[in-house]
């Protein structure tokens, strides 16, 4: 059974930073996609950052220069590097993963994590 775990959300001024991580379970990457999402409330799900098997990345021009998504396939765990905060960046956060790689890019991988919540104060 595939499990994600996110963690390391939390409050922080703007400007600050915060790194989540996704610990995944039950999944071994194989040639999919995981990737970033979030959400804020009375919003639409927005994708963040996707990470491919080769290592390539596609970043929202949203959080472009300020977010970075990395993996560390010895431990599978996903991360995402948060810097230069804005109350903008306000939401719950998700990550995701998929087998097939363009369901990360349209939105629709198959298997989620709970969410972490990030607020971003001015």
């Known amino acids: 059974q595939v499990q994600l775990m996110e963690s390391g959300g939390g409050s922080v001024q703007s400007g600050g930073s915060l790194r989540l991580s996704c610990a995944v379970s039950?999944?071994?990457?194989?040639?999919?996609?995981m990737a970033w999402f979030r959400q804020a409330p009375g919003k639409e799900r927005e994708k963040v950052a996707i990470?491919?098997?080769?290592?390539?990345?596609n970043t929202a021009d949203s959080v472009k220069g300020r977010f970075t998504i990395s993996q560390d396939n010895a431990k599978n765990t996903l991360y995402l590097q948060m810097n230069s905060l804005k109350p903008d960046d306000t939401a719950m956060y998700y990550c995701a993963a998929d087998d097939v790689w363009r369901t990360c890019f349209l939105g629709r991988p198959g298997y989620w994590g709970q969410g972490t919540q990030v607020t971003v104060s001015s």
């Open positions: 990470i491919y098997r080769d290592g390539s990345t």
């Open positions: 039950g999944y071994t990457y194989s040639g999919g996609c």
